[in-house]
């Protein structure tokens, strides 16, 4: 009932109009009888202020002279004679300054009032229906002797507004139903036409495309009802037109009322979905449709919909026993809460394009999972589809080649020669020739093509089927090379090299051979090989001595076999020779002869024995050197840690003069240990003052005829190069074995760097590498790109015979060379290098001043102004990382140490303040100083780096790592060069 009321109350044109008339007259009598009210209400207070200050005014006459006299008992009787007016609550006597002398509540008196005027004048202390509170100045003669104080209420007052306001709500409530009546009658005459034309609109809703109106008249209902017929006559005929296009196009529409589960579907949508057309439709009907395996996925998209993302989605639906391919999109509409109200969408039938992309993909697929490139090529010679394999073999991606044609990657065909090449292949369909493709990074390699036309859409297309047949070249190659050097082998090899059958005969011999016994080969072809070699009639495992293994060996076990024998030749003399035989088997695996290499090893049994004398003489040398360099390390680090110590320690402190003994003491000691290790490198020089520069120049035509054409040299001389007092052959072998080494190191083509400048050795850098001294220094650095060295081998580079080359291809003394000069002449050698890195060797050779033979120390450096900003610093050794901490913090910055990027990296996260500037290592494990800049970068935006390195720059540049305009330092540096390039780099300049 009550639903049934609001609705027709507040959803129908009557019920609103009569709500409308009551409310219109409810506001209207609510302000009448307000207004009255106010207006009483206010009369009756004006009319009690009148009356409190009247009976006030008379009280403090009255009492005036009493009040005077201090008689109590006379003004307790006047206070009590005003109970007779019916309003009073209460009547007080104060002296002027405000005690009570007299109250209608006896228990005030003596208590003082608080609230009374500053002067003696009459004043209303308080004005409402509930309380009007007035005091009036008792007067005698001019004279304020006292207050009265007089406090009426309101009740009656009270009482005849209540009833006023009654009967005005009396009224008022029938003025409503009055209104309310005459505009329901008025409603009725006025919605009874609007009822019909939505009578109409509700049979059109339920499907009733025919229903129109039939309204008589020109009023604004019949008007409305003929341009609704009309709409309703377009919309029937939009609506054949929209389901004949959605037929054309397959493709279906749909609008769904979310909050009542209503479903409409156009006549397209039925048929895609195999649903006859009227039937009533919900969600749940749509979902019944959709294949079973892709309903989850569907309903994951259209719950994600409504809460407002988007819904499109290609998904199965069974129609009939037949699975169909359908694409659905849709928009929903959400109220201002964010509630989805509507959903209106398509539905496009996509099974023949689905059907022609799975034939596309298993076309492709095949395509890139042949071990063939595969090219689809116009009749312009541009690439329409290629394969994984042509883009794998081109070194291109997908979009670049099919940016290209065949005059980009194949040499062969320039563009004007294409179209001769177009009309062959149209006149034979398919033929397969070899050709030439051209990598991305130009690299030029041999192929086998299959061309084979075809037409397509009324144009000519080429399936190009590549395949690199470069290995397949190089196994042509070398069978030919091979059967060349067959023929040549026994003629040019150095080894002697002979093939003897079961009886040990001679079954040929080469050159090498001949000349080792100095017979010809015809002299030895057909005798027993002991009988050549050894001028004996027993083979030699019939003999003693160390000839009892040979060939004997293979023929027994079918394996190869090493052994050493002693050789006579025709004119008696003896070789020490080395021989190996292999085995030779016939078809049923028996082996059928052996062949021997024979190498004499005479000279290298002799220079074997001078080795190992040379080594019994360098051995106490060696003792000695290693000895005193190993104490002279400890020594440094002694008078680095002593004089670091001084720098810290005022003179007067009593520990400063032991600390100068140290110091004392270890230069004494390190007197001793120089004359050790001068007599470990005990050498004859002529040493010469001369400028590096012109030295090295005259070297640089034999130096590249040494290394090779395949690696580049390149020299950078230093300008303003000090002299130094040097042998210059010592310069000589220390380039020609830092080139060789170099060369070595590199794989096919590379680069070699020799470079020269003045270098500044400090105090902090001796720290961290106890040979060198402090003091001014020419350096020689021989960089390569090659193949570097890991820190073990580094360790053992400068050992005598140590060596990382095979077997025959080094003596293992060039490095030891180098830096026995070094050591000689007061210099050290430094050594950067990582795996795959390359690496450079610095020679530090001292500046000669002419004026003594002791090192010139460094002359003090200007004053270089530190800081207070906070300095992140990446380096992997451990000695380095201390000492350039130390040197920072003693410049006043903060200094936040890493070992590694990764700590680097986790110091950075973890550190809340701002860091100023990364000064890291360019070389390091996990990452290179560029990488691990970028990385921090994503965390401190503002951050500058500085770069050090043992490398030298252009080394660092060419690996990619040194962009232009970098901040980098070399080492070794000083710390005042080291304090200004990091000022230099905070500073931005």
Not at 30 to 41: E, G, K
Not at 624 to 653: K, R, S
Request: aromatic content about 8%; some cysteine.
């Amino acid at each position: 009932m009550k639903q049934t009321l609001y609705r027709f109350l507040f959803g129908t044109l009557r019920g609103r109009l009569i709500v409308g008339v009551a409310v219109v007259h409810a506001v209207m009598m609510a302000l009448f009888i307000t207004d009255l009210t106010a207006r009483q209400r206010a009369m009756l207070l004006d009319r009690q202020i009148e009356e409190a200050t009247a009976l006030s005014q008379a009280l403090a006459t009255s009492a005036a002279g009493w009040i005077a006299a201090n008689d109590i008992a006379g003004l307790q009787e006047l206070v009590e004679a005003q109970r007779r007016y019916p309003e009073i609550l209460f009547a007080i006597l104060a002296d002027q300054e405000g005690r009570v002398l007299a109250d209608t509540d006896p228990a005030r008196q003596d208590l003082y009032l608080l609230d009374l005027p500053g002067e003696a004048r009459q004043t209303v202390l308080a004005g409402t229906p509930a309380l009007v509170d007035v005091v009036v100045p008792a007067m005698i003669g001019g004279r304020h002797v006292g207050w009265a104080r007089v406090g009426i209420g309101q009740k009656a007052a009270g009482e005849k507004l209540a009833e006023i306001i009654r009967d005005g709500v009396v009224y008022a409530l029938v003025a409503i139903l009055l209104g309310s009546a005459i505009a329901w009658l008025m409603g009725r005459r006025i919605t009874r036409r609007l009822y019909a034309v939505q009578e109409t609109i509700a049979a059109v809703r339920s499907g009733n495309r025919l229903a129109r109106f039939a309204l008589a008249g020109n009023d604004e209902a019949a008007v409305m009802a003929r341009e609704f017929n009309h709409m309703l006559d377009v919309i029937v005929e939009s609506e054949e037109n929209l389901n004949l296009a959605q037929a054309v196009a397959q493709t279906g529409s749909w609008y769904l009322d979310v909050r009542h589960n209503e479903l409409k579907w156009s006549a397209e949508t039925y048929r895609m979905f195999g649903i006859p057309q009227g039937q009533p439709l919900t969600m749940e009907t749509f979902v019944a449709c959709i294949f079973p395996e892709d309903r989850d996925r569907v309903l994951q998209a259209w719950n994600a919909a409504l809460r407002g993302g988007p819904y499109d989605i290609e998904h199965r639906i069974l129609v009939e026993n037949e699975t169909r391919w359908v694409r659905e999109r849709a928009k929903i509409r959400f109220d201002a809460a964010g509630n989805a109200l509507t959903g209106v969408g398509t539905a496009q039938d996509i099974t023949e394009r689905k059907q022609a992309e799975q034939d596309i993909a298993l076309l492709s697929f095949a395509l890139n999972n042949v071990h063939e490139a595969a090219f689809l090529i116009d009749e312009n010679a541009r690439f329409q589809y290629v394969n994984e394999e042509a883009c794998r073999i081109l070194g291109y991606s997908r979009d670049e080649l099919l940016g290209l044609g065949v005059p980009d990657v194949d040499p062969n065909f320039p563009a004007e020669r294409w179209p001769d090449h177009w009309n062959e292949l149209r006149r034979l369909n398919s033929f397969t020739f070899e050709g030439r493709h051209k990598s991305r990074e130009g690299c030029v390699f041999p192929v086998e093509i299959n061309a084979n036309y075809f037409e397509y859409g009324g144009q000519g297309y080429n399936l190009a089927m590549v395949r690199d047949i470069t290995e397949r070249k190089l196994a042509e190659e070398a069978l030919r090379q091979s059967e060349e050097f067959n023929r040549n082998i026994l003629a040019t090899v150095d080894e002697g090299f002979i093939v003897v059958d079961r009886e040990y005969r001679i079954l040929s011999a080469n050159r090498a051979f001949c000349d080792m016994m100095r017979l010809s080969a015809e002299q030895m072809v057909g005798r027993p090989c002991y009988e050549v070699s050894h001028h004996a009639t027993r083979p030699c495992f019939e003999q003693d001595g160390e000839c009892r293994e040979c060939a004997r060996h293979t023929f027994a076990t079918g394996m190869p076999h090493v052994a050493s024998h002693t050789h006579e030749d025709a004119s008696g003399a003896k070789h020490h020779m080395e021989l190996r035989s292999f085995p030779v088997f016939d078809v049923s695996g028996t082996v059928v002869s052996a062949i021997e290499t024979i190498n004499d090893v005479t000279e290298k049994r002799k220079l074997e024995e001078q080795l190992r004398q040379a080594q019994k003489m360098e051995a106490v040398g060696t003792l000695a050197g290693g000895v005193a360099h190993d104490f002279n390390n400890m020594l440094i680090v002694i008078i680095g840690h002593t004089e670091l110590a001084l720098q810290q320690m005022a003179p007067d402190q009593p520990l400063f003069a032991n600390l100068q003994e140290i110091r004392k003491a270890a230069g004494r000691s390190a007197d001793l240990t120089r004359q050790l290790l001068a007599f470990a490198r005990k050498q004859t020089v002529v040493p010469k003052v001369l400028d590096l520069n012109e030295t090295v120049e005259g070297m640089l035509k034999m130096l590249r005829r040494l290394i090779g054409e395949d690696i580049d040299l390149t020299w950078l001389p230093g300008t303003g190069g000090w002299q130094i007092k040097v042998d210059p052959s010592q310069i000589d072998q220390i380039l020609a074995n830092l080139c060789v080494n170099a060369r070595d190191a590199i794989a096919g083509v590379g680069k070699v760097t020799i470079e020269t400048r003045n270098a500044v050795i400090d105090e902090a850098y001796c720290a961290d590498h106890p040979e060198a001294i402090p003091g001014e220094y020419v350096l020689l650095a021989v960089s390569d790109d090659g193949c570097g060295l890991d820190k073990q081998t580094l360790g053992k580079i400068f050992e005598p015979f140590f060596t990382t080359k095979e077997t025959g291809k080094g003596t293992g003394l060039g490095l030891a060379t180098v830096y026995g000069i070094a050591k000689q002449n007061n210099g050290f050698v430094n050594v950067d290098s990582e795996p795959g890195q390359g690496s450079t060797f610095k020679i530090y050779l001292p500046r000669d001043t002419g004026k003594s033979v002791e090192m010139p120390r460094e002359s003090p450096a200007s004053s270089v102004t530190g800081g207070h900003e906070t300095i992140l610093l990446a380096e992997d050794e451990a000695a380095i990382l201390d000492m350039v901490k130390q040197i920072l913090e003693d410049f006043g910055y903060r200094v936040l140490a890493a070992s590694t990027p990764g700590e680097a990296i986790r110091v950075a996260r973890e550190y809340t303040g701002e860091i100023h500037l990364l000064i890291t290592d360019m070389v390091m494990p996990e990452m290179n100083g560029h990488e691990l800049a970028k990385n921090l970068l994503s965390l401190h935006p503002k951050l500058k780096c500085l770069y050090m390195s043992g490398y030298s720059a252009n080394v660092i540049a060419r690996h990619g790592v040194l962009d232009e305009g970098t901040n980098f330092i070399q080492k070794p540096f000083s710390m005042q060069a080291f304090a200004a390039k990091v000022r230099e780099a905070l500073d931005g300049k």
